[in-house]
């Protein structure tokens, strides 16, 4: 049945349909109530950008124009700025910056920060797309504070996953598939993808009702920290792409959203058997040459690549050496005790074993089954499609061996104290049989071995 003419548009439809259900008042007021919504939201936007933003005197902490020149930012031309800024970075040697192996452990927060745009600088990501000195220091700072201070989910987890990225292109020479601007994405995005983390995962989320569970339906944190990332390059003084060209832009906005959301180890299952294939054709080709154009000729195989390694960044805590490796676990296994004491309290539920704090000797069961069945895919293939990767495979299974002397043990332990319980349980049995044949009473000496035990 056709009601209205055919030519009219959406705009017409809704008006036709809200004079004839007699909405035209209701929708005023909803049209009010939405636009004050609005701009609600934008205040609060407006706010949070505030505090958040680094701040005039945390800029002088790294770019130190007042201190070296005697002048603020506004009044510096670039290339003394770039000057400046080179002199405060870290050497990349000094810190291990190009090493699979790298730990943050040593090295402040504060230093973390110049350390990331020191990897920009090794990228020649500044000089390329003109990135202002000042802009890309505000954006670095910026994104260490965008991380809550919590266990494991914090700036340092997110610092790891940048310089391992950087680590895979440079060391791992992965970036001869990516173009300058590519890779400039990819460690910004690396950087940024797990920054406004609550320490909670997605299913708490869910559970809790939270208010990012309504807003996302999947990948739910993922979506977070990429809405987020966003919201920090649209203020101009923290675009670090503000000189590419809209095409660029919008390319270097795609990559971040397809590199975040790949962190959640949800959808890393799925991509497994794309990323085997991939190795697999790469694996039968005579030259380097071959597989480059392989690889550089489809974009779907690039962004498989991609999702691949930031999978493979955000992991790297279990390849890193055993001092490093056993510490951080002990962080992670933290952060999951924390939300188990939280589903206890708050939820009124018993949490899984490996968020459950009162199972803690079972870590290294868990560290051994982890590495078994997520972890060792991820390096086994980069050891394979680049053998420049394979310390990063190397580490895995050394982790693996002291993890699984651990659990040995414990599991020794466990079984020695099944048989001392069966061995007193029988002992119990025969006596109660004796006392039992004999008439005798045999309490006090079962309360005994009750209080020994
Ligand atoms: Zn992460």
Redesign the pocket.
């Known amino acids: 049945m056709h009601f209205l003419p055919k030519k009219q548009g959406l705009k017409g439809v809704v008006q036709t349909l809200t004079q004839f259900l007699g909405w035209s008042v209701l929708n005023t007021d909803t049209y009010d109530k939405m636009n004050k919504l609005e701009n609600r939201k934008d205040i609060a936007q407006e706010m949070l950008m505030h505090h958040l933003k680094c701040t005039p005197q945390e800029l002088q902490s790294i770019l130190k124009t007042n201190e070296k020149l005697n002048k603020n930012v506004d009044d510096c031309e670039q290339k003394e700025m770039m000057k400046i800024l080179k002199e405060e970075l870290p050497d990349p040697a000094a810190l291990e910056l190009y090493e699979f192996h790298f730990s943050d452990l040593p090295v402040s927060e504060h230093e973390l920060i110049k350390s990331g745009i020191r990897l920009f600088v090794e990228l020649n990501a500044l000089d390329k797309f003109k990135v202002p000195a000042e802009v890309m220091t505000k954006w670095m700072y910026t994104v260490r504070k965008g991380y809550r201070d919590i266990t494991y989910?914090n700036w340092r987890?997110?610092f790891n996953?940048g310089q391992t990225m950087f680590t895979l292109l440079m060391t791992g020479k992965l970036k001869k598939y990516y173009s300058d601007l590519e890779a400039f994405a990819m460690v910004a995005a690396a950087f940024c993808?797990?920054i406004d983390?609550r320490g909670t995962n997605n299913l708490y989320q869910m559970k809790s009702a939270a208010p990012l569970a309504k807003l996302h339906g999947s990948s739910i944190l993922e979506r977070h920290h990429l809405e987020f990332s966003k919201t920090l390059l649209e203020d101009e003084s923290l675009n670090i792409f503000q000189n590419l060209n809209k095409r660029q832009f919008e390319n270097v906005i795609h990559l971040f959203e397809v590199a975040i959301i790949a962190?959640d180890l949800a959808l890393y299952f799925k991509k497994r058997t794309m990323f085997q294939k991939i190795v697999d054709a790469a694996e039968q080709m005579k030259s380097e040459e071959e597989v480059i154009k392989y690889i550089i000729t489809d974009q779907t195989k690039k962004e498989i690549i991609m999702a691949m390694m930031m999978t493979g960044c955000?992991l790297s805590a279990i390849t890193k050496p055993w001092e490093v490796q056993s510490k951080v676990a002990l962080m992670v296994a933290n952060e999951f005790w924390e939300q188990g004491d939280l589903e206890r309290t708050v939820l009124q539920q018993q949490p899984i074993p490996m968020m459950d704090r009162n199972k803690a000797e079972e870590l290294p069961k868990l560290q051994v089954g982890f590495i078994d069945f997520v972890c060792t895919f991820v390096y086994k293939e980069f050891s394979r499609f680049h053998k420049e990767i394979t310390p990063m495979f190397d580490g895995l299974q050394n982790n693996r061996v002291q993890w699984k002397t651990q659990a040995d043990v414990y599991d020794e332990k466990m079984k020695a104290l099944e048989e001392q319980q069966k061995k007193h349980e029988n002992d119990v049995g025969a006596k109660k049989a004796d006392g039992e044949a004999g008439g005798e009473d045999n309490g006090p000496s079962k309360s005994k071995t009750c209080t020994v035990l």
């Open positions: 989910h987890h997110g996953v993808h797990d983390h962190t955000d």
